[in-house]
C-alpha cells in the first residue's frame, strides 16, 4: 500500500541519467577540453572548472545548438522514464531533483525526455543562455556571500544535505516515507538525514557505494541498484 506522502529525491548524472552531464558534453563536442578536465578536476572547484570549459569550448566555437543536441542523444535508460511517469500517475508522490549539474542540462533533457512536469522543484547550479550562445554557469552557493557549513564533505557550490532538509521546510507536513536515487559521494550527505523508514537506492559503481561502506550511520534501509530497470522494479514492488 503507498504511503499517504512520499517523496522520490533524485541525483541526476549517473542516478536519474545514465551518463554524466558536464563531461558527456565535451566528449561529443570537444574532446580536448574533455581532456583538460580530466587533468584537473582535483586541482579546482568544480562547478568552477566546467563554466571555465564552457567558455573554452565557445571560444573554440562549439554552439547551442550542439550542446543542447549533445544532452538530448545521451544515455537515459527507458526504463527511468517508465519508472517515474508511471509512478507519479499512481499519486501520493512528489519528485524532487537535487544535483551538481546546472539548470539548463537538467531542464533540457527532461522535457525531451517528457518529465519535466514530474518534478516539483529542480535544485541545482543556475545556468543561462548569454545572446552569444554562452552558457553561463555559477555555482548555487555563491563564492562572494555566506557559505553552507557541511562538514560531511559536500563540494563548495552546495550542500545537499542542507538543500534536503530546506526542501522540507519549505513543503511540510513530513513525507511519511523518502527515497532518495543517488550513486556519487555528494549524496552520502544528504543520505545521512533520511529515517528508518525511508529507503536510499544506491548505484553500485559510484562514490556513494564506497562511502557507505567506509563510514556508514545511516538509519535508512539501503538498496543496492546497477540498472535503470532495478529502480523501476523497486517503484513498482515498494513504493505503489
Not at 44 to 58: E, G, P, V
Not at 202 to 225: Q, S
Request: hydrophobic residues 40%.
Amino acid at each position: 500500500m503507498a504511503s499517504p506522502r512520499q517523496l522520490v529525491v533524485y541525483d541526476f548524472d549517473w542516478s536519474m541519467a545514465d551518463q554524466d552531464t558536464d563531461r558527456w558534453v565535451f566528449e561529443v563536442n570537444a574532446p580536448e577540453i574533455r581532456r583538460w578536465i580530466e587533468d584537473n578536476e582535483d586541482k579546482l572547484q568544480f562547478t568552477d572548472m566546467i563554466a571555465q570549459a564552457l567558455r573554452d569550448a565557445h571560444a573554440r566555437g562549439v554552439t547551442r545548438e550542439q550542446l543542447e543536441h549533445a544532452l538530448r542523444i545521451m544515455p537515459f535508460h527507458p526504463a527511468m522514464v517508465r519508472g517515474i511517469t508511471n509512478l507519479k500517475a499512481a499519486g501520493n508522490t512528489t519528485f524532487f531533483c537535487l544535483s551538481n549539474a546546472n539548470a539548463v542540462y537538467i531542464d533540457t533533457i527532461l522535457k525531451d525526455k517528457g518529465l519535466h512536469a514530474a518534478f516539483t522543484e529542480i535544485v541545482t547550479n543556475p545556468a543561462k543562455w548569454d545572446p552569444s550562445g554562452l552558457l553561463v554557469l555559477r555555482r548555487r552557493v555563491d563564492p562572494s556571500g555566506p557559505q553552507h557549513t557541511c562538514t560531511v564533505g559536500c563540494s563548495a557550490n552546495m550542500c545537499k544535505g542542507e538543500e534536503l532538509e530546506a526542501f522540507f521546510a519549505r513543503h511540510t507536513p513530513t513525507y511519511d516515507r523518502v527515497v532518495y536515487v543517488g550513486d556519487g559521494s555528494n549524496d552520502f550527505c544528504p543520505a545521512l538525514r533520511l529515517r528508518s523508514q525511508d529507503i536510499l537506492l544506491c548505484r553500485t559503481f559510484g562514490g556513494l557505494h564506497k562511502r557507505i561502506a567506509r563510514d556508514g550511520g545511516l538509519k535508512c534501509e539501503v538498496i543496492y541498484w546497477t540498472g535503470a530497470w532495478e529502480v523501476e522494479e523497486v517503484f513498482k514492488t515498494r513504493l505503489t
